[in-house]
């Protein structure tokens, strides 16, 4: 498999990404996926668990910005209420709003990972941005027309 495609972690859900653990190996920003990563499609705001996990990030000095190739209807609805900074129609695997999102918020590509549920956006795109890769299995299976 080309270096490219393979993520440098897997998980089953983002809930393995606790504070303790993200602090434990250096990592400031993560930026997540939306879609069947953080929610499923049909999920059109947070709900508890997500706010705790967000909660549970930023006492442990992680921000978490939501990085989606979402409008911006569905990527503001959803994060608004969650206070989490968020860019929309972000054009992954384009490095562009992966590197403009971590550095707004204070990473380099050591203290960055990028999370989400697809390869050819999500991980491609953490691949060429430099920062840690991690996969997450998909929430849901529907897949929407972007
Ligand atoms: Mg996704």
Same mark, same amino acid.
């Given at each position: 498999?080309?270096?490219?495609?393979?993520?440098? !972690?897997?998980?089953?859900?983002?809930?393995?990404?606790?504070?303790?653990?993200?602090?434990?190996?250096?990592?400031?920003?993560?930026?997540?996926?939306?879609?069947?990563?953080?929610?499923?499609?049909?999920?059109?705001?947070?709900?508890?668990?997500?706010?705790?996990?967000?909660?549970?990030?930023?006492?442990?000095?992680? @921000?978490?910005?939501?990085?989606?190739?979402?409008?911006?209807?569905?990527?503001?609805?959803?994060?608004?209420?969650?206070?989490?900074?968020?860019?929309?129609?972000?054009?992954?695997?384009?490095?562009?709003?992966?590197?403009?999102? !971590?550095?707004?918020?204070?990473?380099?590509?050591?203290?960055?990972?990028?999370?989400?549920?697809?390869?050819?956006?999500?991980?491609?795109?953490?691949?060429?941005?430099?920062?840690?890769?991690?996969?997450? @299995?998909?929430?849901?299976?529907?897949? !929407?027309?972007?």
């Amino acid at each position: 498999m080309l270096s490219r495609f393979k993520p440098d !972690m897997k998980i089953e859900s983002i809930y393995e990404l606790t504070g303790e653990l993200l602090e434990a190996i250096n990592i400031k920003v993560l930026i997540s996926d939306l879609d069947n990563t953080i929610a499923k499609y049909e999920n059109e705001v947070p709900d508890d668990r997500v706010k705790e996990w967000v909660r549970d990030l930023s006492e442990h000095g992680v @921000s978490l910005v939501v990085v989606s190739n979402n409008g911006e209807e569905r990527v503001k609805k959803y994060c608004d209420p969650l206070g989490v900074a968020h860019f929309w129609k972000s054009g992954k695997p384009s490095r562009k709003t992966i590197r403009l999102a !971590m550095e707004k918020y204070g990473g380099t590509c050591e203290t960055t990972a990028l999370v989400g549920d697809k390869i050819i956006t999500d991980i491609v795109g953490a691949k060429r941005s430099g920062v840690l890769a991690i996969k997450v @299995s998909p929430l849901g299976k529907r897949r !929407m027309f972007e």
